[in-house]
Structures are given as structure tokens and as C-alpha cells.
């Protein structure tokens, strides 16, 4: 049996495009229904509150559509408002935290696990919680990086003393393995291993998760089995053109004809 | 000062745009020149020494072209020729074996790691050298991978039977980080991480390989930072056509208009 109904993956912005590529990687035949939140973008410097909101929209939205599993694929978003759609949705929901936290605290020697994000990430103390008595947490926020990788800039000589100000915690600290808490992050690991070193494992919550996602559709016996190609929609609550180009000049990521999503919110 | 040249890329096939792609993330302005032997892929069964020739007569094609750095895409050319390549080239030359050891020792736990590849890859011994006192080292060939991931194959029966059989040696023996040591495998990681269980690390050399290449080219200070795009060439041995084809259905890229590449050796 083939389960046609696409993967539900959203995210305030481009960034979780970052976990749908991961997910097309390990599984090229599943069609994948994505959202970014363009119009209240970026979530980081947010109130919980309001992320909360905005989230729930588009995790009803996306139900609605007849997603078969929905991928958090923020940490903002996870940090402020993962139970609560796990509540409303009637879908498994899997989030970027706990694969993240898992592959961290299996990579871990010395016990002692740095986390990096958004300023809304950081000071939910999501990770502390998830990271519980397994390690010892040390946690750095670094809100320009988000900026800098849209800018498609990841090499410049600010951004390199901007990630040598955020690290130098971790660091000190005496880190051995860094979970890169930030759907962006990926596209900055050249800059943050050369900065924290040879012998740090960076931990990707991307991989981590579709590797989740992958699990979950096959212990669900929810695989997609079908002979045609599979079918990717996007799109934005905010400017298509701009979310197409965001795509493409981030990520290489041709996404073709983007949509306005509308969410119920937004009308009420 | 901005250094615009290419960096060369080569496998002997598809499977290195994993990490030409991995190189984009990590430096979405540097322009990548990219060749595949097509014609002579794959190279897993073939004997060191053919496959030594073919893949001197592609670095010295890709050097003749003013690449700024070589990229050995491929496991299987690696450990056949990596010496003679950096040998004859007057760039430096970056392969994915040094990169996806150096991630897996510092990475274990257990000190015992296991790596698998194709049967030229595992038959050379070139990773238990690399790796040499190390860790302890538990190699598998799993020479079916490459034909389902060609396939858009992650997650038949047939695939995941496969995988049970080549990692059972794994498993037996207490591996604790596993180097996926072909550029193919990364497709796979979420097969991978399920057949191995949620304690074991993979280690991705391409991912692994992006970040050296980060590193080189910010040590060489042959960064490229033009305001322009940069200009991605793609080009195989064998039939553009199905070079084109494949790229789009086994990693999703859009690689435009691919060249026919005439080795020199060919002509001989």
C-alpha cells in the first residue's frame, strides 16, 4: 500500500527548506508539502506567545491539506509551540530538538554539549530541558547568523568575528560536540568547525531529523510507493518572488511557482 | 583579493555531486567545475590500476582547465590514486578519506569503527591505513547500494534486506561510528540509521570533505568574492543526457546544459 499524502514541513522562513532537502535526500520518492512563514519572519526575536499563534495556523493549514506527518522544522517554532500542535494535530508531529539532542549526546566524550541558535531558542531553555541530566549544556546565542546566510555570505570577515564572539563559550567551557540549534546553521558548518576546531563533532539537526522522519514513515507503514514522481509545493504567507529567490540563492534550491498560503489567522 | 577560479570536482559518476553540493552550502559564491567518468562508471569492481589511469586523465584535464583546488569525489579514485594525483597536480588536491577518518576518531566512544564502501574501496585497505592505530576498524563492502540509490531506490524490501546482511558484521563486532566511505551513502543515512540503531554515529565524508575544502581555501586565502554568481560547469565522459538525468532524479539538481568531456587519455 502507498501512502500518497505529502510530508507537511514549515518553518517561519526559508530555513527549514534545510530539513525538506535532508528528507528528499533520504527519501526521494515522498512528495513534500511546504510552508514558510514569510510575513511574520524571522521568529527569533519574537515573544513565545505570538510564535505560538502564528504556528498553530499553519500546522492547521497544513493538516487540512491532508499531510500524513508535519515537520517542525524551526527551533523557534518547536521551542514554542511543539505540544501544543501535537495536541491539535491528528498526524505524527516530529520536531528538530530531540533527533538533535540524541545525536549530540551519543557523539558526546567528555559529557559537555554546547547548542547554538536564536535568541528565541536559546532563552526558552528548550535544550537545557531536552538535554536533561545527560550532559552538561552550554548554550550561546548568535543572532546574526541567520541574517549573514541569507545574505548568502559565508565567509565575510564580520561574520567570522561575529562566530568567534558567539563561541568563545563553548569553548571555554571545553565543549566536544555542538548541535547546530538553528535550521539555518548547516550552511555556516565550514565557518563554525575551522572556529571551534578539529576535534568538535558539529551535530546538524537537519540530518537528524529527516533520519527521524524516515523511521517514522516506515514504522508507520506510510512509505509512498508510487511509479510517478513525487509532487513539491511551496509556499509563503509572505512575497512568493522573495521566498523563491531566498530559495534559490541560499540553498541552489530550484522550487519553482511558490504560493500565497493563506492562514486562517491571518483573515480572522 | 578575490580568487575566481573553479574548484574541480571528480567521481566517476553522479555520486560526487554529494559533495559538490555539500561544497555550496558551505560556499554558495565559489564556482565548481564538474567532471564524471561516465563512461567508465562504475569504478567499484574495476582493478586499481585502470582505475588510476582514468582518474589521472580527468585532474589533469580539470587542472589544465585553472581549477584552484582538486576534490577527489570519490572513494573508489581515492585510494587508487589520491598520490599520483597530488603528485602531478600544482594545486592542492582534497580527498573524502582523511576528512570522514579524522570525523569518525573523534567521534568514538568505543574506539571500535566500522566503515563501508564499494568492493575497490574496502579490497585496498586504504581506510584501516588511514585509520591505523586509531581505533579498531570493522570494514564492509556493500556493493548493491549504488544501483538502488541510482534507482531513487531508499526503501524496498530488497534494499533494506541488503542492508541487514552487509551490517550484520557491524553490529557483531560493537562498531559504535560508522564512516559511510562512498559518496553514494549519504543518500541512505536513514536506512542506515535504522538497520544500525539509534547509538551509532554516521559520519558522512562529504559533509566532512565541504569543511576541509572551507578550511584550504580560507588558509590559502583563495576565497572567490565577486559580486557576480558564480558559474557551475558539469560535464562526463559518458552520455550528457543520462548525466543530466540522474543528477535531477537521485539528488534533485538541476544541472543545466552537461559538456561531453574528451579525456586526453581517450584520444590516446
Redesign the interface.
Known amino acids: 500500500m502507498s501512502d500518497d499524502r505529502p510530508i507537511g514541513v514549515f518553518d517561519s522562513g526559508v530555513g527549514g527548506l534545510t530539513v525538506a532537502?535532508a528528507i528528499?535526500?533520504?527519501?526521494?520518492?515522498e512528495s513534500v508539502t511546504y510552508v514558510g512563514d514569510g510575513a511574520h519572519f524571522p521568529y527569533g526575536p519574537r515573544p513565545v506567545e505570538e510564535i505560538r499563534r502564528f504556528a498553530m495556523g499553519i500546522a492547521e493549514h497544513l493538516v487540512a491539506r491532508g499531510v500524513k506527518l508535519l515537520v517542525v522544522a524551526c527551533n523557534s517554532i518547536e521551542v514554542s509551540a511543539i505540544g501544543d500542535i501535537a495536541a491539535a494535530a491528528d498526524v505524527p508531529v516530529v520536531g528538530v530538538i530531540a533527533p538533535g539532542v540524541?545525536?549530540a549526546l551519543?557523539?558526546t566524550?567528555s559529557g559537555v554539549v554546547g547548542v547554538i541558535g536564536t535568541e528565541a531558542t536559546i532563552r526558552t531553555g528548550s535544550y537545557q530541558r531536552a538535554v536533561g541530566s545527560g550532559a552538561t549544556l552550554v548554550a550561546a546565542a548568535c543572532p546574526l547568523f541567520v541574517e549573514h546566510v541569507e545574505r548568502?555570505d559565508?565567509?565575510s570577515a564580520a561574520l567570522r568575528a561575529a562566530a568567534a564572539r558567539y563561541l568563545a563559550p563553548l569553548d571555554r567551557e571545553g565543549v566536544?560536540t555542538v548541535i547546530m540549534g538553528c535550521t539555518h546553521y548547516?550552511?555556516?558548518?565550514?565557518?563554525l568547525?575551522?572556529e571551534l576546531g578539529?576535534?568538535?563533532?558539529l551535530v546538524?539537526s537537519a540530518?537528524e531529523t529527516?533520519?527521524d522522519?524516515?523511521?517514522e514513515l516506515?514504522r508507520a507503514d506510510a512509505?509512498r510507493?508510487a511509479p510517478d514522481a513525487p509532487v513539491h509545493t511551496f509556499a509563503t504567507t509572505g512575497d512568493p518572488e522573495a521566498f523563491r529567490r531566498l530559495a534559490e540563492?541560499?540553498?541552489?534550491l530550484?522550487v519553482g511557482d511558490v504560493d500565497r498560503a493563506v492562514i486562517a489567522e491571518d483573515a480572522a
Open positions: 532537502r528528499w535526500e533520504l527519501l526521494p520518492n540524541r545525536a551519543r557523539a566524550r548568502g559565508t565567509t566536544d548547516p550552511l555556516l558548518s565550514g565557518l568547525q575551522l578539529p576535534d568538535v563533532v546538524s540530518d529527516a533520519k522522519v524516515y523511521a516506515v512509505l510507493d540563492q541560499v540553498l541552489g530550484e
